[in-house]
């Protein structure tokens, strides 16, 4: 997905409407099965990033740096297809994602669930957290 053109990425930014901080929510999903992943922000230079490496990169606002998704626990997602919606205000991020995407070692970050008026937690951990981020 790496090979898009300076201008195309160019038309994709100015086409998205980021919130006064500069951001925007990116909701990310495995392209395959439809799964939602997780939500996570964006900057223009994590769009950017995202767009030229075929690597999704967000925004973290507790570092205030660009987040390479993966880079401390090798739980890459690869970018298949960007899209927006219609009031280009939400980025959807179809993805292949190797492994976990959520840093509590499940394979989703949305296992909180109310079913029959209870809270429920819907999916176990996958990998220890602990052991995902030892570099």
């Known amino acids: 997905m790496s090979n898009i053109e300076k ?20 909701i990310a999903q495995q392209h395959d099965s439809g799964e939602v992943l997780m939500m996570a922000w964006m ?13 999704i990169v967000y925004w973290s606002r507790s570092r205030q740096a660009l987040w390479h ?6 739980q890459v997602q690869t970018l ?5 919606d219609c ?6 991020l ?3 994602q190797d492994g976990v995407a959520c840093h509590t070692g499940r394979r989703n970050c ?13 999916a176990e951990v ?5 052991q995902l981020y030892k570099k």
Do not use: H
Not at 116 to 121: A, L, Q, T
């Open 94 to 96: 179809q993805v292949d």
């Open 69 to 74: 998704k993966g880079e401390s626990s090798d």
């Open 7 to 26: 201008p195309a990425i160019e038309q994709v930014l100015d086409s998205l409407s980021f919130n006064d901080d500069g951001l925007i929510p990116a």
């Open 43 to 55: 900057n223009r230079d994590a769009v950017t990033a995202t767009l030229e490496e075929g690597r």
């Open 110 to 122: 949305f296992f909180n669930a109310v079913r029959d008026g209870k809270i429920e937690i819907i």
């Open 126 to 130: 996958k990998n220890d957290p602990d």
């Open 87 to 92: 009031d280009s205000d939400t980025l959807l």
């Open 80 to 84: 298949k297809e960007m899209r927006w």
